[in-house]
Every structure is written in C-alpha cells, then in structure tokens.
C-alpha cells in the first residue's frame, strides 16, 4: 500500500511544502545563477523515469557555457563556476526537482534518474531500478553518492527497489541531512564531477 498510494501522496505534500518554505532559497539561488551563468539559472535534460520513460528534468545550472576554439565544451572543471561549486557543494542545484515531485516524474527518494544512453548499457538486474520513480535522493547517495563506483550504486539502487518501505524512506532522508551538512561524497576522488557509466565501471 505504501509503495503504490501513500508514497506518492507523502512526496507530493512534501514537495509542495518545501518549495513553499524554501521559496526564498529559491529564487535567490535562481539570481545568482543568472547573472552567473549570463541569463540561464536552470538547467533541463533528459532522463529516464519510470518504466524507462523519459521526462525532463530540472536542476540549477553549476556549470558555464564556456567553449574552445573548436567549438568544444571546455572541461567540467574549468566551467564549475564559484557560486555554482558551492550551490552542488550544499545540494541546492537539487531544489528544482521538487517541481518535478510535483508533476510526478520523481519521488522524494529513490534511485538517481541518469543518462538516456546509460538504458543500453545495464544488465536485467540493473534495469530493475526503472521499475519504481527515480529520487532526488536515495540509498546509493546516503552510502557513498558519487564516491562509489557505478556497479555498487546500481547493486544499492536494487536493493532500495525490494525494501522499499516509509521506514527505509525516513532513514534516507534522515542520513541525507547528514551527507549535505558534511559535504560528504560530492564528486569521485580528482573530479569535479562524477565520470561516465561504460557498462563496466
């Protein structure tokens, strides 16, 4: 019952009331990413949800624009701004994925909605974390987030899938609270941001 109706229910009262008390955060972070980042504050992407279907989702843009003279993206690192380091050092390029709680194409937990051309490259057990709404956080983060490689994050993303329960749910959150203060786990050792999933890392 809980996995089916009340789930939904609680995550959708807790999104609204988050952004409502969070309103403030908000849309300060949204201005300083604004002028930061020359006018785009947000930043939208594809991700499988559910089932596999994808949906877009939304996140405070960390990272510039910048290119080379090719016409590349510069690396990660050189596009990390300050003010954009320090929102993902405190997890509030989360925040905008409460509206997406609210739409429904995420829970308040779950396992993490990655890359569409990720969906290839999982084996059938790995695949079974599309079988419940992705989270804004989860039990892979709250037990190494981008500090664990990707094989042991999907073993943790399955495991959330057979003991989902509103016990396990408030624990995450809980445990969560605890990484965002400590900073714990933000990026993989020398990267500024998490490397890609080849299918064998």
Request: glycine fraction near 6%; charge should be positive.
């Amino acid at each position: 019952m809980y996995k089916f109706f009340f789930k939904r229910v609680i995550d959708f009262l807790i999104a609204l009331t988050a952004l409502i008390v969070l309103s403030p955060v908000f849309i300060a972070v949204t201005v300083l990413l604004y002028f930061a980042n020359e006018g785009k504050p947000f930043f939208v992407q594809a991700r499988p949800g559910l089932n596999e279907k994808i949906f877009n989702i939304i996140k405070f843009k960390t990272m510039n624009d910048k290119k080379d003279r090719q016409g590349n993206y510069l690396p990660d690192s050189e596009r990390l701004t300050p003010v954009g380091s320090f929102i993902r050092q405190t997890s509030l390029d989360e925040l905008p994925q409460l509206i997406n709680v609210l739409k429904g194409d995420m829970a308040i937990i779950g396992p993490r909605p990655l890359l569409p051309q990720y969906l290839s490259l999982y084996n059938e057990n790995q695949k079974r974390r599309h079988s419940i709404r992705p989270g804004i956080t989860g039990w892979a983060q709250v037990n190494g987030r981008n500090a664990i490689s990707w094989v042991k994050k999907f073993e943790l993303d399955v495991w959330y899938v057979d003991h989902m329960s509103l016990a396990t749910d408030c624990r995450v959150i809980l445990l969560t609270l605890k990484k965002v203060i400590k900073k714990e786990g933000i990026n993989q050792a020398d990267q500024a941001t998490v490397e890609a999933f080849n299918g064998n890392n």
